[in-house]
């Protein structure tokens, strides 16, 4: 009697792309750096006030008031992953559900949505995001949705013009003939097959919320009694005058590391996501 061959069950396509990733050395690094970053952000006791009993606290001295550079830097990161993240969940689904209605309905529907994305887009990100934050007041909350409002429409954009490419393609009007409804051609049918442009996109908007949090900050309009990369470098000028380089230093270097790793992983998601480049 002869053996029944074993199949193994296909995988996801989220974890086919995860493999692919995983076997480039240099994207496998960069998403460990990106790991422990998210690390350091669940990480309660970076928050806390009082430090811990490590002696690699004070691996990158002190500053002019006698507090850990190093801890100071996580903390930082801790707020600049966490401004990311949640800058992304609200300008990724946004950005993608308008981009989804614009291309599918067309007609009115794409010139509303268009005439806003129009008006956002001619006035400088840096400003709106400033006028927005002086609006809703100075906070993680404000800058949070000052980011994201800015940061949806290029997603929008991208999403918009791959959904006009696909909603003609033989399984769209399959979908149709048999009676699919359009949040069923658009969710179910069309959104599986643009969703890899949404997916990069978001590295792009993790990076410019990262960059958004530090500038707003630096200019006073972001983190004000927290830790913030943006105050690091603000107080940056009194430490150099002192000959004092620690803070600076340990600042552009965990930005650095984590803007080249989400940018390292951005490109290397394009290449296994998007079919066209594959």
């Known amino acids: 009697m002869s053996a029944v061959p074993v199949v193994a069950a296909p995988r996801s396509a989220a974890r086919e792309a995860l493999a692919a990733l995983w076997r480039r050395p240099h994207t496998r690094a960069c998403l460990v750096v990106v790991a422990l970053y998210l690390l350091v952000a669940t990480c309660e006791q970076v928050g806390a006030q009082e430090l811990p009993s490590w002696h690699l606290t004070m691996l990158l001295g002190t500053d002019l008031l006698g507090r ?11 707020t600049a992953v966490t401004v990311a993240l949640a800058t992304s969940a609200l300008a990724v689904p946004f950005g993608t559900a308008l981009g989804l209605a614009a291309g599918y309905f067309g007609g009115w529907v794409d010139a509303a949505i268009n005439w806003v994305y129009s008006v956002v887009v001619s006035v400088p990100d840096i400003l709106l995001i400033t006028a927005i934050s002086y ?10 949705v000052a980011i994201a409002a800015t940061s949806w429409v290029g997603i929008m954009r991208l999403v918009r013009g791959e959904v006009l490419r696909h909603k003609g393609s033989d399984y769209v009007l399959a979908a149709r003939s048999v009676g699919a409804g359009a949040g069923r051609v658009m969710f179910s049918e069309i959104l599986p097959n643009v969703v890899h442009v949404a997916i990069v996109t978001a590295t792009l908007v993790l990076l410019a919320a990262i960059k958004g949090e530090v500038i707003l900050t630096w200019l006073g309009l972001g983190i004000q009694d927290g830790a913030s990369w943006g105050l690091l470098i603000a107080g940056a000028a009194q430490d150099l005058t002192n000959d004092t380089w620690a803070p600076l230093a340990g600042t552009v270097t965990a930005m650095f590391l984590l803007i080249y790793s989400l940018s390292a992983i951005g490109d290397a998601l394009r290449d296994v996501l998007d079919p066209r480049v594959a």
């Open 68 to 78: 850990s550079v190093l801890w100071r830097v996580l903390a930082g990161a801790q």
């Open 135 to 144: 609006a809703m007041g100075k906070g993680l909350a404000a800058m949070c």
